[in-house]
């Protein structure tokens, strides 16, 4: 797991960490930012949030890095008008008294030579929500993979 230590990637284009290293801020063009849940156990419902920022800090020692988000929370969309208006309402995200949900990285942790552990706080409503875990992945283009996932629970727990 040496690598995510490293300043050189294993790959034929290998890309130096520390030419990476700096802030990279999110490009809402070419990013998209979706979640599934789970409705009545029964279905899967999914969507996106249309307005968001984030970046992530490249550090020399890539595990020492970090990445932050701001949800736009009315930017909820489901594709079904009325669900989106009930996902907006006070008893769901409560968008006009909470309009952001927040993500920031508490800790990196390496998984295997290619992966990582990637956990921080999530906040919605302004109540922490609790730890969110995110895999990330190195990649020949650089050294994090930009997808990521996790699960966030109606009763407001989040686990990995």
Do not use: C, Y
């Amino acid at each position: 797991m040496d690598r995510w230590k490293g300043s050189q990637m294993s790959t034929p284009t290998a890309v130096k960490a520390r030419d990476l290293v700096g802030t990279w801020v999110v490009d809402q063009a070419h990013t998209s930012l979706s979640f599934s849940a789970k409705h009545m156990m029964i279905s899967t419902v999914s969507g996106s949030f249309g307005n968001f920022e984030g970046s992530f800090t490249i550090d020399e020692d890539l595990l020492a890095s970090t990445a932050r988000a701001e949800i736009d929370a009315s930017s909820i969309q489901s594709g079904a008008p009325d669900r989106d208006g009930h996902l907006r309402s006070p008893d769901s995200l409560d968008v006009e008294q909470f309009p952001k949900i927040t993500f920031a990285s508490t800790a990196l942790e390496a998984v295997s030579e290619t992966e990582a552990k990637m956990t921080g706080d999530l906040t919605k409503r302004h109540h922490e929500a609790g730890h969110a875990g995110r895999r990330v992945r190195r990649n020949h283009a650089g050294p994090l993979h930009r997808r990521h996932a996790g699960r966030v629970h109606r009763n407001d727990k989040v686990r990995s």
